[in-house]
């Protein structure tokens, strides 16, 4: 158990619609990522915040939005869905002092829009 | 872009054996570079790490080698088990902290 929390596990939603999804940092952890995994693909990153304030922005799409709010979760906000945006969404959490440059994931969800 | 890649997508070793996961990189700027471990439906997890300083990083069964003037790394396991296979990926980061870049990932099958 890594320590950072992800809802929902599993998402299925049609073309067009909106969604959120949401993360819980470990406990102490300032900063959140999120990747996104499509098929056959590696891990693209998106996003990161640190401390409420966004740190590194990635490919992420137009239509995608993200913000952490002042208790440290993150939620992705993901409109207009397309059929490519089926796919696998981390979030991550690392420790805010220097380090091995460690992340740690939560389990993922998976979006699947028809 | 692909700034960390891992050009061989899969990889079939016997139980015992050693397994050989490669990972080369382009940007300079790379300081620390990281292996994770990824089993289906669940996220990646952390294996090993090697900062730029080092050539070698050993824990345990794992094994992490960088050549910084070839712009390339690998992670050795000896012997491997089969439960070690999973989905490996290599990443990279300019700093301690901060966001990973990761390579494709490798399927590694270890046979009993």
């Known amino acids: 158990d890594s320590g950072v929390t992800q809802t929902p596990k599993h998402l299925i939603t049609a073309t067009g619609q909106r969604v959120t999804l949401r993360c819980s940092p470990r406990?102490?952890?300032?900063?959140v990522y999120w990747y996104q995994q499509s098929l056959d693909q590696g891990l693209q990153f998106l996003i990161q915040y640190y401390n409420g304030e966004e740190r590194a922005k990635g490919n992420i799409l137009e239509r995608f939005s993200a913000q952490q709010f002042p208790d440290l979760h993150s939620e992705l906000n993901l409109s207009s869905l397309e059929l490519g945006d089926s796919a696998l969404y981390f979030c991550a959490s690392s420790a805010t002092l220097p380090g091995t440059g460690e992340l740690f994931f939560g389990e993922g969800s998976r979006l699947t829009v028809l | 872009d692909q700034q960390v890649k891992q050009n061989s997508p899969s990889l079939s070793v016997q139980e015992g054996r050693i397994s050989i996961l490669n990972c080369d990189y382009t940007n300079s700027m790379f300081d620390y570079f990281l292996w994770y471990k990824k089993y289906p439906a669940e996220g990646p997890t952390f294996l090993i790490s090697i900062s730029s300083i080092k050539d070698k990083n050993e824990d345990g069964r794992f094994t992490v080698f960088l050549n910084k003037s070839a712009k390339h790394l690998s992670l050795h396991i000896v012997p491997s088990q089969p439960g070690d296979s999973a989905v490996y990926f290599c990443?990279?980061?300019?700093?301690?902290?901060?966001?990973?870049?990761f390579g494709q990932g490798t399927i590694l099958t270890v046979h009993p």
């Open positions: 990443a990279a980061t300019p700093t301690s902290y901060g966001k990973l870049t």
């Open positions: 406990s102490g952890d300032l900063s």
